[in-house]
């Protein structure tokens, strides 16, 4: 099992160019996450999945869109970047939602807006 | 507002040289404390999860407790290869995990 897979692992944008960071995981897992990580912060939900077909917004998701055709894929979408969204991006999952179930994370995608 | 704080930011060790990492938090309704470790440039990796106060969990040379207030990881005879940065989680509500800013150790030969 690869687990969850992220790409690209480095990624360099202009400012107002759009991309999409893609995430797969092949666990069967109906719940999936998009996190930020800053330097001295902790991670930061974006959005999360419960199932093909619903997303929610997490704490910090202007700027970000999300769709989720499939089980398997949970692609993050920039639209217009800027200096704030260079961060480091983390992609997870989970079989459940309970305390029991914790999150496997991709190994992250690193993004700069300059 | 819930929050979870993590001390010390950085520990560096001599190999062999017990010490604790720390976690404590202020959240509504605590439903799990995890732990993770994240290596340079990977994800983060699940290591526990504690569920009540006084709950301790081992692996190898970690052992994770709980109180009321805070979460210790404790590392007995940490080895080189323990150096990573440690993060804790809690949990209170379906998606609510709340991060803290990790613990960077590195432990020296």
């Known amino acids: 099992n690869a687990g969850v897979t992220q790409t690209p692992k480095f990624r360099i944008l202009k400012i107002g160019q759009s991309m999409t960071l893609q995430c797969a995981q092949d666990?069967?897992?109906?719940?999936m996450y998009w996190y930020r990580q800053d330097p001295g912060m902790g991670l930061k939900l974006i959005y999360y999945?419960?199932?093909?077909?619903?997303?929610d917004k997490g704490e910090v998701p202007n700027g970000y869109n999300v769709s989720r055709s499939t089980t398997e894929d949970f692609p993050l979408r920039l639209e217009l970047a800027a200096p704030s969204q260079t961060s480091v991006y983390f992609c997870?999952?989970?079989?459940?939602?309970?305390?029991?179930?914790?999150?496997?994370f991709g190994n992250g995608t690193r993004l700069t807006v300059t | 507002e819930d929050q979870v704080t993590q001390s010390p930011e950085a520990l560096r060790l001599q190999e062999g040289e017990s010490s604790s990492l720390n976690c404590s938090y202020t959240?509504?309704?605590?439903?799990?404390l995890f732990w993770y470790r994240q290596d340079p440039g990977k994800g983060p990796e699940f290591l526990f999860t504690?569920?009540?106060a006084g709950e301790e969990k081992e692996k190898e040379r970690l052992k994770a407790t709980l109180t009321k207030k805070e979460s210790f990881l404790h590392i007995t005879a940490p080895k080189p290869e323990d150096s990573a940065t440690y993060l804790c989680a809690a949990q209170t509500g379906a998606n609510n995990l709340f991060f803290g800013t990790g613990t960077r150790l590195t432990v020296i030969p």
């Open positions: 999945s419960v199932g093909a077909g619903i997303t």
């Open positions: 959240v509504s309704g605590l439903r799990g």
């Open positions: 504690l569920y009540s």
């Open positions: 666990m069967n897992h109906n719940y």
């Open positions: 997870a999952s989970s079989y459940s939602t309970g305390a029991n179930s914790p999150l496997h």
